[in-house]
């Protein structure tokens, strides 16, 4: 069960009890659409979260920081914020950090975060990268484009291959 103290926000508890990677990005692509219609986000797929405070009310993340900003895992109204998963509860931040790698097509460095005995077959990240080629973040497309579009498109075929394969 889970090793989340009593002291953690329920969002926080709730999220240090998923266990699987299916479960990680399944929360990650509802928490990216819901971010596609929300004005005061920005994809930059080169942070985690920011709250710079130069534009008001405007928040700027990457796939995971989607989840950090919609699960309400950070609080984005107190001013500066520079997030990273090793500022984070440690079981926030291997989530956050697994997330990221399965973004990236990393699936069995993702998997190794948090402990999944993997398939043999994806010993050979080349090939992931090939079949799930979720790296592909297309800046000149709108938020809701890349939702839509290869990006989201690719880590919908990743979740339907990892509930698929039990992962």
């Known amino acids: 069960m889970s090793t989340c103290n009593a002291n953690e926000k ?3 508890k709730h999220f240090c009890e998923l266990n699987t990677l299916s479960e990680l990005l399944e929360i990650a692509l509802r928490d990216f659409e819901q971010v596609c219609k929300v004005d005061s986000f920005r994809v930059d797929m080169g942070l985690w979260l920011i709250n710079s405070r130069a534009e008001e009310h405007i928040c700027y993340g990457c796939l995971a920081g989607a989840v950090l900003y919609q699960e309400k895992l950070v609080d984005t109204n107190d001013g500066y914020i520079d997030v990273t998963p090793s500022g ?9 950090r697994a997330i990221n790698k399965l973004r990236t097509g ?5 998997a190794k975060i948090m402990h999944i005995e993997t398939p043999h077959e994806l010993a050979s990240t080349k090939i992931w990268r090939w079949w799930f080629p979720v790296n592909e973040y297309n800046d000149d497309l709108t938020k809701q484009e890349n939702f839509d579009g290869p990006f989201g498109d690719a880590l919908r075929k990743l979740l339907a291959y990892l509930k698929e394969n039990g992962l």
């Open 10 to 12: 329920p969002t926080e």
């Open 88 to 96: 984070m509860n440690f079981k926030v931040g291997m989530r956050m």
């Open 106 to 110: 990393f699936l069995q460095e993702a």
